[in-house]
């Protein structure tokens, strides 16, 4: 069994990129292949080095879970053309402390999602350069761009070409771990 731990880049509770992590979570969990975990990422106190010394529990937790993890899967909104800040603190917490990050060598894909015609594919390429610098192997096709429409309610992608598409997705991202 592989653990995924799938981030999302959204702290609110009806959060579409959540709803398009539950669809994943549940192509993953039809694999038999893997167990799946959201790590929670907004309660993480924002990273100053001053905190490194003796670090908040909720980070030594964080690490552990990233570090404990086979493969990592991000699902990000786009706020101002760029990857929501939640984000960028759980990686900047996951690299430290030097020489010691917990991110490098896991499979990992990023999905975008936004209301917005262009599914948060600035956002996207932003997360993706970050996560390279991690030394993280990325999914490079297809790309997952997903235009959160009227399908998607009560926190949840219903029927029809976008979660079939999230399926496909998903599949190619087991083939990519599995590799
Ligand atoms: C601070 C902020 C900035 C935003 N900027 C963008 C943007 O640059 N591009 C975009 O497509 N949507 C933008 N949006 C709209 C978000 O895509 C939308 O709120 C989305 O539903 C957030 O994702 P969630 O449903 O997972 O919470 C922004 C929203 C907020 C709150």
């Known amino acids: 069994m592989k653990k995924c731990s799938v981030i999302i880049g959204s ?5 579409n990129s959540l709803a398009v992590g539950k669809a994943v979570e549940q192509f993953l969990y039809e694999t038999g292949e893997f167990e799946v975990s959201f790590p929670d990422i907004g309660n993480l106190p924002l990273f100053s080095e001053d905190l490194e010394g003796s670090p908040p529990e909720t980070w030594v937790n964080f690490r552990a879970e ?5 493969c ?8 101002n053309r760029g990857y929501p800040a939640c984000i ?3 990686l900047d917490i996951g690299s430290r402390p030097n020489g010691k990050s917990v991110w490098g060598g896991k499979p990992s894909a990023v999905i975008g999602v936004s209301p917005g015609k262009i599914g948060a594919a600035l956002g996207v390429a932003q997360l993706k350069q970050v996560l390279s610098f991690l030394n993280i192997p990325l999914l490079m096709q297809p790309e997952c761009y997903i235009q959160a429409d009227n399908s998607f309610t009560d926190g949840k992608v219903g029927d029809g070409g976008t979660r079939d598409f999230i399926k ?6 087991v083939e990519f771990v599995n590799r």
Do not use: C, G
């Open 11 to 15: 702290l609110r509770k009806n959060s």
């Open 66 to 70: 990233i570090a404990s993890s086979d």
């Open 72 to 79: 990592h899967l991000f699902i990000t909104p786009e706020y």
């Open 88 to 90: 960028k603190n759980a």
């Open 168 to 173: 496909l997705f998903t599949t190619k991202y």
